[in-house]
């Protein structure tokens, strides 16, 4: 156990005794400008809930797995696909994954996008989609919309 059963929540989406890490390993999948926090991990339970922060204009990894995973926006707005479905999103709203669906989150331009992640502790890891996959997902005219800008950007 920590020193502390609470962790107090400091400015700007932080909280006492939780570090602030890298999303994933640069290069090992396309994003851009995405935190994580690990707030809870419990073994017993199984369960772990992470906070992200998408900088303004930036996206999370397209990608699908198949656990599942709900997410509760705390901060901003921005858009997210979810399996062919794009939505916009707001602070409160929650999205849920259901396993093997593709997913993405994006911040707007002019606010970071902030929201909790609970998921199972033990999980597969992530799966990338391959260039027939993204061709399929392209040819929907909203979720190529979504995923221009993406293209746009040289990593």
């Known amino acids: 156990m920590r020193d502390t059963p609470v962790r107090k929540a400091r400015d700007g989406f932080h ?26 991990a419990d073994a017993a339970g199984g369960a772990e809930w992470r906070y992200f922060e998408v900088a303004p204009g930036g996206w999370s990894t397209l990608e699908r797995h198949e ?24 602070e409160r709203d929650l999205v849920e994954v259901p396993p093997m669906t593709w997913h993405q989150f994006r911040a707007a331009p002019d606010a ?38 993406q293209s746009r950007v040289k990593r």
């Open 112 to 149: 970071p996008l902030g929201f909790l992640c609970l998921v199972s502790r033990e999980r597969d890891r992530p799966q990338l989609p391959d260039e027939e996959t993204l061709a399929r997902l392209r040819s929907l005219p909203a979720v190529a919309a979504f995923l221009e800008p």
């Open 67 to 90: 656990h599942t995973h709900a997410v509760m926006v705390l901060r901003g707005h921005g858009r997210c696909l979810v399996g062919e479905r794009v939505c916009e999103i707001a």
């Open 15 to 40: 909280w006492d005794q939780v570090e602030t890490l890298h999303y994933k390993d640069e290069g090992s999948a396309p994003f851009r400008d995405v935190t994580r926090q690990v707030l809870f």
